[in-house]
């Protein structure tokens, strides 16, 4: 850009507990490697059967860290948690320190890093029956796992990916996108007359979920300035499953 702004005009329009984003000296683009070995075996003239094994890794995926953090020490905290059987005071992370920020000019400084990365593994068979006597249809079963450190949230103001900035290898666990269990069916049936019917039929285990804190009096259980979503205590980054879930989708058609 041929016009700079002089250094000062930056500070004096520079607003108190602002929250700015800057980007990591390092910071590089990300890239993914990816492995398929696949087997396909004819069965019978219209129908195939397929195997194989899908790996895909990511590197250098883009985090956002709070760099203005004091180092985290411990508060206690009264914890009442009947579902799990948890009564007490118990010395929890904090990183509110001796005063608001070590840099007090600024509120959140969101660091943009290139540190991420993301590990996909899926085993998967399939079925194929090409359209022969009326009849067509596709099936196949997926068995896989995503393992990450966290996703970055998309908006340039919202912090964080990790839950503690100075130990972002505490948060490597089951990714937000991972589906242990997938099932797909699709078939095509002309039956007689015109008459056709269809059908999809979606059938997947629960994705992993994250327990977090909300509210005015456990909004910023951590102390880190961003109220509303710190994680539970004693639960990991997706420690919990969701519901699993079925779709059928059913048409029927007549043709002129």
Same mark, same amino acid.
């Given at each position: 850009?041929p016009?700079?702004?002089? =250094?000062?005009?930056?500070?004096?329009? /520079?607003?108190?507990?602002?929250?700015?984003?800057?980007?990591?000296?390092?910071?590089?683009?990300p890239?993914?490697? &990816?492995?398929?070995?696949?087997? *396909?075996?004819?069965?019978?003239?219209?129908?195939?059967?397929s195997?194989? %094994?899908?790996?895909t890794?990511?590197?250098?995926?883009?985090?956002?860290?709070?760099? $203005?953090?004091?180092?985290?020490?411990?508060?206690?905290?009264? +914890?009442?948690?009947?579902?799990?059987?948890?009564?007490?005071?118990?010395?929890?992370? %904090?990183?509110?320190?001796p005063?608001?920020?070590?840099?007090?000019?600024?509120? &959140?400084?969101?660091?943009? =890093?290139?540190?991420n990365?993301?590990?996909?593994?899926?085993?998967?068979?399939? /079925?194929?029956?090409?359209?022969?006597?009326?009849? &067509?249809?596709?099936?196949n079963?997926?068995?896989?796992?995503?393992?990450?450190?966290?996703?970055?949230?998309?908006?340039? +103001?919202?912090?964080?990916?990790?839950?503690?900035?100075?130990?972002?290898?505490? *948060?490597?666990?089951? #990714?937000?996108r991972? &589906?242990?269990?997938r099932?797909?069916?699709?078939?095509? %049936?002309?039956?007689?007359?015109? %008459?056709?019917? $269809?059908?999809? +039929?979606?059938?997947?285990?629960? =994705?992993?979920?994250?327990? @977090?804190? @909300?509210?005015?009096? #456990?909004?910023?259980?951590?102390?880190?300035?961003?109220?509303?979503?710190? =994680?539970?205590p004693?639960?990991?980054? $997706? @420690?919990?499953? #969701?519901?699993?879930?079925?779709?059928?989708?059913?048409?029927?058609?007549?043709?002129?």
């Open positions: 850009y016009a700079v702004f002089p =250094r000062s005009d930056i500070i004096q329009t /520079a607003t108190p507990g602002a929250t700015v984003v800057v980007f990591s000296p390092n910071f590089a683009a890239y993914v490697q &990816q492995v398929n070995v696949e087997l *396909e075996r004819e069965l019978l003239p219209d129908i195939s059967i195997s194989g %094994w899908m790996y890794k990511a590197t250098r995926l883009r985090s956002n860290e709070d760099s $203005n953090l004091f180092p985290p020490t411990t508060r206690p905290v009264e +914890i009442r948690d009947p579902a799990r059987n948890i009564f007490g005071v118990f010395d929890l992370t %904090w990183f509110g320190g005063s608001s920020r070590p840099n007090p000019f600024f509120g &959140q400084i969101d660091e943009f =890093r290139s540190d990365s993301s590990a996909y593994h899926a085993f998967f068979v399939q /079925a194929n029956k090409r359209y022969e006597h009326g009849l &067509q249809f596709l099936a079963y997926t068995f896989s796992k995503l393992i990450d450190r966290g996703a970055a949230p998309g908006n340039q +103001i919202l912090c964080c990916t990790s839950d503690n900035p100075f130990n972002p290898g505490d *948060e490597r666990g089951l #990714g937000r991972d &589906q242990k269990h099932f797909n069916f699709a078939a095509v %049936w002309d039956m007689y007359r015109g %008459w056709r019917l $269809n059908s999809i +039929i979606k059938i997947g285990g629960g =994705r992993p979920l994250t327990a @977090t804190v @909300t509210g005015a009096n #456990g909004g910023d259980l951590n102390g880190n300035g961003a109220r509303g979503g710190d =994680r539970a004693f639960f990991g980054r $997706n @420690t919990i499953y #969701g519901p699993d879930y079925s779709t059928v989708d059913l048409a029927l058609h007549k043709i002129f």
